[in-house]
């Protein structure tokens, strides 16, 4: 494993708050907004998707036990069953058609996960962007007073480094963080 660092030696860290303004603001409001709307919708999709589930098993439970099946349940297998011989009309894309037969076919506690990774990662990101216009504005401000300026991005890298060492089978232990502690 190989780490690189720069040296810390007569370097100086500002921590700048204040960054955001009403744009900001409202642009994550905004945000905020529509990501309650996809929850809900995702919401009451996964709970039509548990309950298609719970018709299909009692379907098969029936069959099972040869108790024929009549034609209000033929009427809803045919209902929710997804079948790639029809197309989706609202969708001339097949890459999105093939997307969205990948979906269907997820479980809802999958999806739900999937939901909050995206969420995640998308505030994030937003998160970071908002404070670009800033850190251009020092490092400019640095550069007219014949500063070097280095800027890093940086997460705790936890989430990868739990995963890593249960993987390999070993306990995970903190990382030592050294520009956290200077």
């Given at each position: 494993?190989?780490a ?37 919708q995702?919401?009451?999709?996964t ?129 030592y ?6």
């Open positions: 494993m190989v690189r660092t720069l040296s810390y030696e007569s370097c100086e860290f500002d921590l700048v708050d204040g960054i955001g303004s009403d744009d900001v603001t409202q642009v994550y409001n905004k945000a905020s907004q529509l990501w309650g709307d996809l929850h809900s995702l919401g009451e999709r709970r039509k998707m548990a309950s298609n589930a719970r018709v299909e098993e009692n379907v098969k439970r029936c069959s099972d036990k040869g108790i024929p099946v009549t034609q209000d349940m033929r009427y809803h297998m045919d209902l929710v069953r997804d079948s790639d011989s029809e197309p989706d009309e609202d969708s001339a894309d097949e890459e999105e058609r093939k997307f969205r037969r990948k979906c269907r076919n997820r479980a809802p506690k999958q999806l739900t996960s999937l939901f909050w990774s995206a969420h995640q990662r998308f505030f994030r990101s937003l998160c970071i962007a908002t404070k670009v216009p800033k850190a251009i504005e020092l490092a400019k401000e640095s550069l007219e007073n014949d500063k070097c300026v280095v800027i890093g991005l940086q997460s705790t890298g936890e989430a990868r480094a739990k995963g890593a060492t249960k993987a390999a089978g070993v306990r995970y232990r903190m990382f963080d050294l520009p956290f502690d200077i």
